[in-house]
């Protein structure tokens, strides 16, 4: 089982990036997913989460408004659109699918986790 994440870059402050979550090994289509982010020197953190259908969603506060999270079923991939980065989103971000179907905002709820991309946003 496998979730590879991608989609991390360097760019501006106020560019967009959208990462992309592809698992392997089994469907994940019916459970909740997430993204999670670490910067450097500081702990991981909750980013966003969506429920197994997509019909549910949840931001952090930081990233409410900027960042959209979806996924597609069909193809076992889960997306993070980020709009309008700020230097403090520099982070490596990670992808996790949840024990259950929900949306879920605290890492103990997941029990798969990808590698990793690192998105670094410059002023």
């Known amino acids: 089982v496998q979730l590879q994440a991608s989609g991390g870059g360097l760019v501006q402050a106020g560019s967009s990036l959208r990462l992309s979550c592809a698992a392997s090994?089994?469907?994940?289509?019916?459970?909740?997913m997430g993204w999670f982010r670490q910067a450097p020197g500081k702990e991981r953190e909750f980013v966003a989460t969506?429920?197994?259908?997509?019909?549910?969603?949840s931001y952090a506060d930081s990233v409410k408004g900027r960042f959209t999270i979806s996924r597609d079923n069909s193809k076992n991939t889960v997306y993070l659109q980020m709009n309008s980065l700020k230097p403090e989103d520099t982070a490596v971000y990670y992808c996790?699918?949840?024990?259950?179907?929900?949306?879920?905002?605290?890492?103990?709820?997941?029990?798969?986790w990808g590698q990793g991309t690192l998105v670094t946003v410059s002023s």
């Open positions: 996790a699918a949840a024990r259950a179907a929900l949306a879920a905002r605290y890492s103990y709820e997941y029990s798969y």
């Open positions: 090994g089994r469907t994940f289509r019916n459970n909740g």
């Open positions: 969506i429920t197994w259908s997509g019909g549910l969603t």
